[in-house]
């Protein structure tokens, strides 16, 4: 695995643990431990989107200046892709 599907996957899971959290507060708004643990994990979910997106590329087009997006690499333009 690639170093940049190892960064991808982990940034994947800190989205699904961020989200996940999320449901739970949405029926338990006063739990105080989990408000803490998601703003804890938004915290680490930025800086793993951060590192990926200064090493990589952006991941939306909103992180992209100008025509930058365009010019890739796109996703299915890594040999790693399995395409």
Known sequence: MSNRETMLRNLGAAEFKLWEIHLYLDTHPWDLQMVEAYNKADIKRK?????????????????????????????????????
């Open 47 to 83: 800086a793993l989107r951060s590192e990926f997106e200064d090493k990589f590329c952006p991941l939306t087009a909103s992180k992209a200046q100008g025509v930058e997006w365009l010019k890739g690499p796109w996703p299915w333009e890594y040999e790693e892709c399995g395409c």
